[in-house]
């Protein structure tokens, strides 16, 4: 049984579903999901405005709601229970990061882990960094996809305080994989860097074996800007 706030803000959402939406949008996750059909501006209004009506959830039960959240089958309370976390991202504590483990291996899919892995992980490591050597190694080395995928992402924004060596081990590890998902999330992560560090991000992708995807989409920020000058 769901608690009272989780069902309160599933009525608060489901009384706004949209079917009409709701099609277009699970097919463009590939029918992974179904949806309520509330697109994103419009979620997020809706969920502001739950929390003037209830406020947010207590400490001690945020985690509760957001594992029921993320136990409804539409994909519209998962972004509700990031939304969440990331209101208070800022008063996180370590044991966060179980739940956000969880997170990124149940109902995956890049909608929600990318932002998991580069905002909220991101966020909490730079609160507690003595973190990210116990759990990303862990994740690199893992056989889900979306772990490793968030080892490489964590850093995503974090421009000057990027651990370059980092970064390049874990990218160097998983070169050579044919999956999709790694191969954009090499590419996306050195396209970030390449914003801060423009001469480690070539020499790297000169020197290491990547896939034709990695090289795009890593160098695609710094050949428009040589485009432009």
Known sequence: MNSAYVNQLEEWLRSEANPENAGPMSAYMRNLFPFLGLKNPERVILTRSFLLEYGMPADDELERVVRELWLLPER???????????????Q???????????????????????????????????RYPELIPVYTDMWIASDNLWLRRS??????????????ELLFEYIRRCEGEEEFFIRKAIGWALREYSKTNKEAVIRFVSETELSPLSVREALKWVKAKEAKA
Not at 98 to 117: F, G, Y
Not at 151 to 164: G, P, R, V
Request: glycine share 4%.
């Open 76 to 90: 519209e309370f998962h972004y509700t229970a990031m939304q969440l976390l990331e209101k208070r991202l800022k």
């Open 92 to 126: 996180s504590e370590p044991e966060w990061i179980e739940l956000l483990q969880w997170m990124i291996t149940e109902k995956s899919w890049w909608d929600t882990v990318d932002l998991i892995a580069g905002k909220l992980v991101g966020g909490l490591f730079t």
């Open 151 to 164: 080892a490489i992402l964590f850093q995503l924004h974090y421009k000057d305080n990027t651990d370059q």
